[in-house]
């Protein structure tokens, strides 16, 4: 049985808007570990030799404000759970409405 899974992301970190671009310069890399018993942890690795540089929360805080992501957003990730509310809190007409293009 799969104890983990990883998750990994490259980000471009380049310009005026890059989250300290001395030690990510020129990508970002962010790892995500999730245990089976839903413990997660993060590493975020150096684009240019894969040496974890840093593994803490705060970290990934301080990137999606630099970017301005909101991964907590059920637009960014949608759960399966978060899924199964929204269909059966919503009308099926609207869930199934046919648009005709001109």
Known sequence: MVSKATI??????QGTGAFEPETYN????????????GATAYKFRS?????????KRETLTRIVDRF???IDSPLTVLT????????Q???????YRVCHLL
């Open 47 to 55: 684009s240019k030799d894969g040496k974890v540089l840093a593994d």
């Open 26 to 37: 020129p990508y970002l890399v962010i790892e995500r570990i999730i245990n089976i018993t």
């Open 68 to 70: 301005g992501l909101h």
């Open 89 to 95: 809190s919503s009308d099926p007409k609207s869930l």
């Open 80 to 87: 399966q759970d978060q899924a199964r509310s929204f269909l």
């Open 8 to 13: 990994s992301i490259t980000l471009e970190n």
